[in-house]
């Protein structure tokens, strides 16, 4: 039996690995031309993806990741309101993508094709690419992301969802930073919380996914509302063109950029204030999305492509390498039955990515609701408990297992 899965992100790799253990054929397509490049970010993890990867025979162990030892809020003026312990392992994109590249055949991982329809039959299913290209599969994964083409196809309703707030993110190598300055942060899961703003950042492996001393990076993810209008401009590039699905890192004007370093320096706790304005940040439009049906007969649709919660639990990778076990193990379950095992799939994997959409949303409503008028606020969303905000942020990896286990899934992790 043979799957098509279309997009070549940490979503598909995980799937074709999980499919091809339970003795299928996979292959992955991907749009981009040469393989995909982080820009440098972190990455959360959970226990749930860090045992899934273990499944697709990639054995994540503490090289991979940073686990900073102490969370702690900082006031604008840098000193410690809040303090506890953490013990999360912060990645990063680029290291998981690495190692799950690595460990697939060369011929199944395609660059340049990028999907442009399905077409299916009773006998299976047929990829169409643009450039011409057609290739016929048992089952087709629609692993491509929070613009899915597959979706667009099934569900061409479904649009993501604006949450009111952009993430600003920005990274920068250890030997940039201030030697004092990375000593007194590298241990630290640091947060600002400027009013109305959420503000975390972190130590994770550096270029070529190090985690040596000297060759970290520092990661900074800084939530901020901002209205459709306001949007509309910081998506609109020098030359005046609007890039309505978000705008690429480059052509985000310097009148932004200075602006930004300019704020991060009015309310930003000067440790970080000082390590942000050495970088050159960009911007991600918060959405999410809940699709009302992921399998459309042959075709299902699997990570991002068929929910997308906001980022605040920092599980969307952990999400996706959920739906590509719940996908291998229900296909397998279900012996020679695909469409049984295909409904299966969906039967599990709906109303956990709804879940996780809706938890995201609750931890996200705070932001949500700065662009409202402050009288048609409510009071949670007036005032914030700083403290309530760092205790739910950290307890959030143990959130994330108890949704598993809510929704019948904790064997996914752990067979
Ligand atoms: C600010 C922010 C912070 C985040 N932090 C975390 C975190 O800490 N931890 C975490 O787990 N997750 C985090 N996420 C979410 C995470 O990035 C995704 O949820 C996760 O990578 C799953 O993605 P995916 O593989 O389903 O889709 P994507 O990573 O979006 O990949 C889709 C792939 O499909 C390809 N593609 C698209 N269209 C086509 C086509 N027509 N044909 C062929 N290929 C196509 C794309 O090029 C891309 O490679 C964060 C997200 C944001 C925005």
Known sequence: MSALVIGGSLGGLIAAHLLRSTGWDAIVFERNDEELASRGVGLGTHPQLIAILKRAGIDFDETMGIKPTRAVCLDSSGKILIEQPTARTLS???????ALLDALPVQTYRLGKKLVRVEQD???V??????????????LVGADGVRSTVRAQFLPEVEPAYAGYVAWRASIDEADVPPDLWRDMVELYAFCLPEGEQLISY???????????GRRAYNIVWYRPVDRDALADICTDGAGRHHAAGIPPPLIRPDVIAKIKADAKAVIAPQIAEIFARTTPFFQPIYDLISPQIVFGRVVLAGDAAFVARPHAGAGTTKAALDAACLADSIRDAGGDLDAGLKHYEHMQMPFGRALVEVNRAEGAYLSAQTKPKADRSAAELHRDIGAVVRAHIDRSEQVGDIVAAHGLTALAGA
């Open 92 to 98: 990063g994109w680029s290291r998981l993508y690495r």
């Open 126 to 139: 047929t990829a169409i690419f643009a450039d011409g290209t057609r290739e016929r599969g048992d089952l």
């Open 122 to 124: 009773g006998a299976g």
């Open 203 to 213: 130590a994770v492996p550096g270029r070529d996914n190090d985690t040596a001393v």
